[in-house]
C-alpha cells in the first residue's frame, strides 16, 4: 500500500469518507454525526492520509489535536478518526498499517496518546485496537453516552519506527 498524506477534503479522501459514513449507516442506522472540520486535520495539528493500491483509493485514516481537556481526553492527545478500508481490499493488514503510521506521525507531532472512539459494530476494529495496545477508557465527545460506543486510549511515548509515505 502507498501511503498519501492528503487533505481531509480531497477528493480522494471524501470518497472514502463518504464510504466509511455508509457503512456506518448499514452497521449503526446512521451517519457519525461527531464534528468535524478538514482544518483539523491538517500538520501539525492533525494529519490525514490515504492508501493507494495500483492506484486506486482503498484506505484512509487520520487524527487530529484535541483542541480541550473534555471527559479525561486532553491537549496532549490525538484522536483518531475515520480509519476505514474498502471491503475488497480488507484482509491484507492495511488497517494494521495505516494505524501505526498515524500513531508515528501522532507522536513525532507531540502528541502523548492516540484516543479514539467506535462501537460495539464494529468487532473488527475493536479487535484490531486491542491487538495493538488499546486499552477501553472512560467514554467521551459526541457519543459518551450511546449504549454502543466504546472508547480506547494508547500511549504513545513508546512507539517506534519512523513513518515513511510512499
Not at 459494530?121 to 479487535?127: C, I, K, L, S, T
Request: negative net charge; glycine residues 10%; aromatic residues 8%.
Amino acid at each position: 500500500m502507498q501511503l498519501r498524506l492528503l487533505a481531509f477534503d480531497h477528493p480522494d479522501s471524501l470518497t472514502l469518507t463518504a464510504a466509511v459514513q455508509r457503512e456506518y449507516v448499514v452497521r449503526y442506522g446512521e451517519e457519525d454525526v461527531t464534528p468535524v472540520e478538514p482544518a483539523q486535520f491538517a500538520p501539525p495539528n492533525g494529519l490525514f492520509a490515504v492508501g493507494y493500491l495500483d492506484d486506486r483509493p482503498v484506505a484512509c485514516g487520520g487524527w487530529r489535536r484535541v483542541a480541550e481537556a473534555e471527559d479525561g481526553v486532553g491537549p496532549d492527545d490525538a484522536e483518531l478518526k475515520r480509519m476505514f478500508v474498502l471491503p475488497d481490499a480488507r484482509g491484507r493488514g492495511l488497517a494494521r498499517s495505516l494505524l501505526v503510521y498515524l500513531e508515528v506521525s501522532a507522536r513525532d507531532a507531540g502528541c502523548h496518546r492516540m484516543v479514539l472512539e467506535t462501537g460495539t459494530e464494529q468487532p473488527e476494529a475493536m479487535a484490531l485496537y486491542r491487538s495493538e495496545g488499546y486499552e477501553p477508557i472512560p467514554n467521551f465527545g459526541t457519543y459518551r453516552e450511546h449504549p454502543l460506543s466504546r472508547c480506547f486510549a494508547k500511549s504513545l511515548l513508546d512507539v517506534a519506527g519512523l513513518p515513511a509515505v510512499g
